[in-house]
């Protein structure tokens, strides 16, 4: 069976950048696996030419798992559970990162407390993926300082000079 390249039409899930990183986001599921998470789906890398790894849900994933205060940078989605939306607060900002978060709700009303509590630098509300090019794109915390695309992005890269002029 020939392997799809990652640009062509039906690929929904491209490789890892290298065999490295591979090996980094198999490790950060054999930890949370080994502390006690259910595999759902995937957590295997996938033979074959490139550094595929099958996309992963992980159930029940401890607090002190590697992969939880990590960033990944792979197809896992670790799963935990939380009493109180202040705890999901905690639980979601109790890492170094912050590049983006997800929230999934139908109450407004928590989207908006939520999203404002959570110590990223983007949010996905109801989306997975949030990628535009016209939007600022950028981390906080250890996931980055400053932004790109968008205009805020442009701004960055320019320096503001004021000009006072008195009568001449």
Same mark, same amino acid.
């Given at each position: 069976? =020939?392997?799809? =390249?990652?640009?062509?039409? %039906?690929?929904?899930?491209?490789?890892?950048?290298?065999?490295?990183?591979?090996?980094?986001?198999? +490790?950060?599921?054999?930890?949370?696996?080994? +502390?006690?998470?259910?595999?759902?789906?995937?957590?295997?890398? /996938?033979?074959?030419? !490139?550094?595929?790894?099958?996309?992963?849900?992980?159930?029940?994933?401890?607090?002190?798992?590697?992969?939880?205060?990590?960033?990944? *940078? !792979?197809? /896992?989605?670790?799963?935990? @559970? *939380?009493?109180?939306?202040?705890?999901?607060?905690?639980?979601?900002?109790?890492?170094?990162?912050?590049?983006?978060?997800?929230?999934?709700?139908?109450?407004?009303?928590?989207?908006?407390?939520?999203?404002? %509590?959570?110590?990223?630098?983007?949010?996905?509300?109801?989306?997975?993926?949030? @990628?535009?090019?016209?939007?600022?794109?950028?981390?906080?915390?250890? @996931?980055? *300082?400053?932004?790109?695309?968008?205009?805020?992005?442009?701004?960055? *890269?320019?320096?503001?000079?004021?000009?006072?002029?008195?009568?001449?």
């Amino acid at each position: 069976m =020939q392997r799809l =390249q990652p640009v062509e039409d %039906g690929v929904q899930v491209g490789p890892l950048i290298t065999e490295r990183a591979r090996e980094g986001v198999a +490790s950060l599921v054999a930890d949370a696996t080994d +502390s006690g998470a259910r595999v759902l789906t995937g957590g295997d890398a /996938v033979d074959g030419p !490139g550094w595929f790894y099958a996309p992963n849900v992980l159930a029940d994933v401890p607090i002190d798992a590697r992969l939880m205060h990590e960033e990944i *940078f !792979g197809p /896992v989605a670790p799963v935990t @559970s *939380f009493a109180t939306e202040e705890e999901a607060l905690r639980l979601a900002n109790d890492t170094p990162y912050g590049l983006i978060a997800y929230v999934f709700t139908r109450d407004l009303y928590r989207a908006l407390r939520v999203t404002e %509590g959570l110590e990223t630098g983007m949010v996905g509300l109801n989306a997975g993926v949030i @990628s535009n090019p016209a939007a600022p794109f950028g981390g906080v915390k250890a @996931s980055g *300082f400053g932004r790109e695309g968008g205009k805020e992005g442009i701004e960055e *890269f320019l320096e503001i000079k004021y000009v006072g002029i008195g009568g001449m």
